[in-house]
């Protein structure tokens, strides 16, 4: 099992700045993808961004030049750094890991936190 817990998110203005950190514990493999997806009101959750262990990363199209993901394998941690944060930005961000045991994939999820983008 891997336990994930998230920190970060709140209110911003449009054009301003926000960090999002989760923390990983449990059985971690050396395989693992961490990253966050995001949910708004009505809409299916997305990926936002990604980053292997290996420091290969991924990004949406809608974050990229404008959200960094970095990760701490060593501390198991990922960041989020949103930067030019616009209204459309605002959702539940959710921090996921997922690692493959054999040839089953097992997805871990944190409890989801807020970021509205307002002004």
């Known amino acids: 099992q891997v336990q994930l817990v998230e920190s970060g998110g709140g209110l911003v203005q449009p054009g301003g700045s926000l960090r999002l950190s989760c923390a990983a514990s449990?059985?971690?493999?050396?395989?693992?993808?961490m990253g966050w997806f995001r949910q708004a009101p009505g809409k299916q959750r997305e990926l936002v961004a990604s980053i292997g262990s290996g420091g290969t990363t991924n990004y949406a199209d809608s974050v990229k030049g404008r959200f960094t993901i970095s990760r701490d394998g060593a501390k198991n941690t990922v960041s989020l750094h949103m930067n030019s944060l616009n209204p459309e930005d605002t959702a539940v961000y959710y921090c996921n890991l997922w690692q493959f045991s054999g040839y089953r994939r097992d997805d871990y999820w944190g409890q989801g936190t807020q970021v509205t983008v307002s002004s």
């Open positions: 449990g059985n971690i493999f050396r395989n693992s993808v």
